[in-house]
C-alpha cells in the first residue's frame, strides 16, 4: 500500500500545482493552454481526492497496529478489532486506486466525429445505417452531449449510404470509442416478399477531433472544389454552391461538407474534419506499435473488424469482442446503449489490470 500511496500522493502535488497555475491570468489568456489544464485538472482531481483518503485509512491502520501491541489490555483489544476492519478498507481503497492509475487515452475528454457507413446489404444496409445513426444520436442526447450533422448522403429507400455528426460533450470520446467497427443486422427485409432474413451491415467510426496543434495541415496540400449541397434544406439548396469538398493530395483523403448554413461553415467543419482524420492516421499508427507488445481486448483501431450483430427475429444484441449478449434489442436500437458500453469498458479495464 506504501508504493501505491506514493504514487497517489505525488499526483496529489502535481494537482495541487495545476489547481494554482489556473487562477493564473497568463494562463487564462492563452485558450489552449488553459483547456489543456483545465483538462488535467478534472483528470487528476478525483485521484488527489483519493489520495487523501487513502492516507487517512492508512495512519489508521498503522496507528491500530501500534495499540495491538500495547501493554494496556485496552489499547490492545481495541487495535485488535480494528486492524481487520482497516485491512479490507485498505483492499477496496487499494483495488480502486489501481484502477485509477491504468493507462489513458489523453483524447478521451476530446469532441468525436461519428461516421456511420451502408455496408453490404443495398438499401437494406442504407436504412440500417440510418438507424445506426439515429441510435446514437438518441443516446448522446440522453446524456445532455450536443451533435451536429455535417454532411449526409440519403439511401434510395431510406436511411443513409453516409453521414457525418461532430458530437460534443464531457468525455464523449472516452465514452464511445469502442464502438467503432462493423455493425450487422439479421432481418427480414421490409423489401423482401419471400419472408426470408438477410445479413446486411454499415460501418462506424468515432473518430477524436483534432486540434490545431495537433496536425499540421498545409493549404497547399489541399485542393478544395465546391458543388451544389443536394437533399432537403433551405432555399439556398441546388442554388447556391454551399457545398465544399477537400482532397488531401499527399494521403487522397476526402472530406465533404455541406449541411452548414454557408460555404464558409461548411469549409470550417471539412478543415475540422481533415485534421480529425490525419489525426487518427497518426494515432492509428502508434496504435499499430502498441499491440505488438500488447493485445487489447477491445479494439478501436480495426474498422474492417464485426464487432456486433443485431439479430431482430431473436430480439438479441451480441457485441462479439467480449461475449456480450442482451434481448434489449428494441431499448438499445432506441439509444439505451449503456449497458453495453460499460460492459465494454469493463472488459477492457480486467484486461488492463491483468497486464499493470
Known sequence: MEELLS???????????????IGDPELIADNKAYRDAMREYRRLEPIANHASLCRGV?????????????????????GKDE?????????????????????????????VVLEVRAGTGGDEAA????????MYLRHVESKGWKHTMVSSSEGT??????????????????????????HRVQRVPATESQGRV????????????AEDVDVELKISDLRRDTFRASGAGGQHVNKTESAV????????????????????ANLEHAMEVMRTKLFEQERAKQEEERSENRKKLVSTGDRSAKIR???????????????????????IIGGDLTEVIEALHLAEKIELLKNL
Open 198 to 209: 438477410h445479413t446486411s451491415a454499415a460501418t462506424i467510426a468515432i473518430l477524436p477531433i
Open 7 to 21: 504514487k497517489l500522493e505525488a499526483i496529489g502535488i502535481r494537482f495541487r500545482e495545476v489547481e494554482k497555475s
Open 83 to 111: 486492524i481487520p476492519v482497516l485491512q479490507e478498507k485498505i483492499e477496496e481503497l487499494s483495488q480502486q486506486a489501481r484502477e485509477m492509475l491504468l493507462p489513458r487515452d489523453e483524447a478521451d475528454d476530446r469532441d
Open 309 to 331: 450483430t443485431y439479430n431482430f427475429p431473436q430480439g438479441r444484441v451480441t457485441d462479439h469482442r467480449i461475449g456480450f449478449t442482451s434481448h434489449a434489442l428494441p431499448a
Open 58 to 78: 492508512w495512519d489508521d491502520y498503522m496507528q491500530a497496529k501500534e495499540w495491538a501491541s500495547s501493554d494496556d489490555d485496552e489499547f490492545r483489544q481495541m
Open 245 to 264: 469538398r477537400l482532397t488531401h493530395i499527399p494521403t487522397g483523403i476526402v472530406v465533404e461538407c455541406q449541411d452548414g448554413r454557408s460555404q464558409h
Open 157 to 182: 429507400a431510406g436511411g443513409f449510404k453516409e453521414a457525418v455528426a461532430r458530437l460534443s460533450g464531457d468525455g464523449v470520446y472516452g465514452w464511445l470509442k469502442f464502438e467503432s467497427g462493423v
Open 127 to 134: 436504412i440500417f445505417a440510418g438507424e445506426l445513426l439515429r
